[in-house]
């Protein structure tokens, strides 16, 4: 069966991933990956990769990248991807680069900056009196260089007018996520998201750090044993004896080291996984009371109470407010 004339000629929106030497591989494979899955589920993308040059680039891990056209030919772009690099304040700091960097916003529609990304986007003057994230380890210094950005250091993306920013690594799909979902629905990028293995959808709101990153690391086997064990499936029904006796410690052992490597009891650390999975639960729609039954609690309110006590609203709100990646410059904030 042949297209008809309105379906073969029909232009399909064009990425266009600027690549240079340094270039942090999976800041811009993943991206692509989301938008390569697309065009099994839509209409699809045409995805360029482009370098200043045209020439191969040779990536942070020493493999050489082919490209498919340079800066002066590649034309209009519905989306520019700039990717990171673990050499940001020296890459972006490349007269050239930032040239082609610049050449190309002019000619895109929206522009999205992977990980430290954002400051080759920040340095071309594309995010000034704009709201921006990048990896935790660059914000703090994002925020000393360009003082005119307001970076979101916790969020992990932000849409802010025609640009979009993210975290690191994984981050990059999530956001790639929310542009699929801007252009072709939300149905067709859960089913992109399904392909992947990945979740569907982490809001850009959410924190770049589950309860698991965010104190300090366990310090010895003892509560490294417990917290991979808990970490395997937070709902089971765990109490600080369980607990104790899965380490062979006693209760009152187990706790004063949990609380004096994590700076919390047992069950508070239970507490606080259960909750991440309760929010994973909620991005990916279901319902209050679904979430709270597959995350342990033993009623929505115990749900409920718990969200409130760390997010300051409820998990119906956080649904109301977030279920969009659209709204990902807006984020969780801990009181």
């Not at 400051?119 to 935790?136: P, Q, V």
């Not at 965010?214 to 917290?227: D, F, Y």
């Not at 239970?270 to 709270?292: C, I, K, P």
Request: net charge neutral.
């Amino acid at each position: 069966m042949h297209p008809t004339r309105s379906t073969a000629t029909r232009r399909l929106p064009r990425v266009g991933i600027l690549l240079f030497d340094d270039v942090k591989m999976l800041d811009f494979v993943g991206p692509a990956e989301v938008f390569f899955e697309a065009n099994q589920r839509s209409a699809g993308y045409e995805i360029v990769t482009i370098s200043r040059t045209g020439q191969p680039v040779t990536t942070s891990m020493g493999i050489q990248v082919a490209v498919q056209t340079s800066v002066a030919d590649a034309g209009r772009l519905d989306t520019l991807i700039v990717p990171g690099t673990e050499k940001a304040l020296t890459v972006f700091a490349d007269p050239q680069l930032l040239d082609a960097v610049a050449k190309l916003a002019s000619r895109s529609t929206r522009i999205a900056g992977i990980c430290t990304g954002a400051f080759g986007l920040a340095a071309a003057g594309l995010l000034a009196g704009k709201s921006a994230t990048t990896h935790w380890k660059f914000s703090s210094t994002l925020a000393e260089r360009f003082p005119d950005i307001d970076v979101q250091a916790e969020a992990i993306f932000v849409h802010d007018g025609n640009t979009f920013t993210s975290a690191g690594v994984a981050a990059g799909i999530d956001l790639a996520l929310s542009l699929l979902e801007l252009d072709y629905g939300p149905g067709v990028a859960r089913s992109v998201a399904q392909l992947l293995l990945v979740h569907m959808k982490r809001s850009g709101n959410q924190s770049q750090f589950s309860a698991a990153l965010q104190g300090p690391p366990p310090r010895t086997p003892l509560i490294t044993v417990i917290t991979d064990h808990i970490s395997e499936d937070p709902s089971r029904p765990y109490t600080v004896g369980s607990l104790a006796s899965f380490a062979n410690v006693s209760p009152r052992h187990l706790t004063r080291v949990m609380r004096d490597e994590l700076g919390m009891s047992p069950i508070e650390y239970v507490t606080s996984m259960r909750l991440d999975l309760a929010v994973s639960y909620l991005d990916s729609g279901a319902s209050v009371a679904d979430a709270a039954a597959h995350s342990g609690y033993a009623t929505p309110v115990s749900l409920r109470r718990s969200f409130v006590a760390r997010f300051t609203i409820t998990p119906s709100e956080y649904q109301r407010r977030f279920q969009s990646t659209r709204q990902g410059s807006e984020r969780l904030r801990r009181p």
